[in-house]
């Protein structure tokens, strides 16, 4: 049996109770955290928070999954994971290798940033169109794929959701709105200017989380606390839309009146 | 101080550990059930799982605020609503009129089918477009808007999650598969046909849940158990999208070679 436990978003706090009973009666406890990580525990501290040896995987030995299905032919294996646990396709891939081994699978379901963002902001998640992820530029490598997707929302008048790599390190909000301006001056289908809104999300499910609406030229020099953020793309505000970014994450009142 | 606290899919064991706490220390537990309802336990018996006095509200109590803000403004109140807190406009309205008279709010957020239905499938959440819901048709008013909301997320070949009503009871997937049929005949744009590959998502979170994908002229009569269910109409697929739908969800081993 391989059972994925979603760890949720901040803390050891928000694991389910279900999920803190699959882990208490694993034979096996493994962690995943390079697809995505706690902001509130270090992976390594997180097996005295939780009262159980876990075993840290590297990515590789998560991604050919030998040890994984070893170990759950014939025991009980509990994977942990942040956020929901199918989020990451590198999950499901294990799961299907899992199955086709004839090993049954569960999954323990949590929170994601997919529906936490949207809610601290106050944005309608089914008005969300594709999300969209954004990666380092890299030496000779700058991908604007992210650019068309958010273009396609745009256009559908839909908001994006923008989630910002982890890798090597978390990208900030403020990297981000520079590399989405980069882009801008690639492509030049005026998406982004200095006076397009924009809302910032900083560690979701935080006791000291934040969400902040403003024009991105005031919010790239803004100061948003430590990682992890994300960012969100406002399309077509509803009026409560709009009312919700002006009470609960700042914005300008004068976006009432559009 | 106004506490929304997600109970997330199931049962109360999907509450997190935060949420619990949350509700332990409150002064009052008001609860919600209208806009989504947990499936492995009636309302009345949250009281004693929960081992709390809540008070079930009204659809009106709910939407008019007054005595959640009333009691907010003095005590320590949580409301507790299935899933993710803020995936209903009236929650996201209820915490700007508390924010507004200078309450304080919290979100404890949970799992939701928005991304659990997407993970039991092995579908990319950063392939689905708008979320639709699909209302039961009343008499001489049949919405087709989700149709139209469909159409766009297949062309640009994304999938789509299908929310289906549970007001005054929740629909079935068999429902919904005839009423996306009658949408068809209405509209005829070539959206839905018997060979139309769909995927059905019953009792996301529960121990007896189920994936299923198939043709539509096959499962519009198939046995999905009790509620709830959820559609999803995949858009294009990965081949590694492909390979988990037919081995997680039974889909038939020809659409690996499309």
Redesign the interface.
Same mark, same amino acid.
């Given at each position: 049996m391989l059972t994925f436990v !979603?760890l !949720?978003?901040y803390n050891?706090?928000?694991?389910?109770?279900?999920g803190?009973?699959e882990i208490e009666e694993a034979d096996i406890v493994f962690g995943e955290f390079y697809t995505s990580r706690l902001i509130g525990v270090n992976p390594e501290d997180l097996g005295e928070a939780l009262g159980r040896e876990i075993k840290i995987l590297s990515r590789e030995e998560v991604e050919n999954g030998k040890l994984i299905l070893k170990e759950a032919k014939s025991k009980n294996v509990v994977l942990i994971v942040a956020g929901?646990?199918?989020?990451a396709?590198t999950h499901?891939?294990l799961?299907?290798m899992a199955?086709?081994r004839g090993i049954k699978t569960k999954?323990v379901?949590?929170?994601?940033i997919?529906?936490?963002a949207?809610?601290?902001l106050?944005l309608?998640?089914?008005?969300? !169109?594709?999300?969209?992820?954004l990666p380092f530029p890299q030496e000779n490598y700058f991908p604007t794929s992210a650019y068309d997707f958010i273009k396609?929302n745009q256009n559908?008048g839909?908001h994006t959701l923008i989630l910002l790599d982890i890798n090597p390190r978390p990208m900030t909000a403020n990297e981000a709105m520079k590399i989405l301006l980069e882009m801008e001056e690639k492509k030049r289908e005026k998406i982004f200017s200095k006076n397009t809104l924009i809302a910032v999300v900083a560690r979701? !499910?935080a006791p000291n989380s934040l969400a902040r609406a403003g024009y991105l030229g005031d919010m790239i020099n803004g100061d948003f606390g430590s990682p992890l953020h994300t960012l969100v793309l406002p399309g077509k505000l509803h009026f409560?839309e709009a009312?919700?970014l002006v009470?609960?994450a700042g914005a300008p009142e004068e976006i009432l009146d559009k």
């Open positions: !979603g !949720g978003l050891t706090e928000d694991l389910t109770i279900r803190k009973r929901d646990p199918m989020i396709t499901v891939a799961r299907v199955e086709e999954i379901h949590n929170s994601s997919v529906t936490a949207p809610g601290m106050g309608q998640q089914y008005k969300f !169109g594709r999300t969209v992820s396609i559908l839909l979701a !499910g409560a009312e919700a009470k609960l």
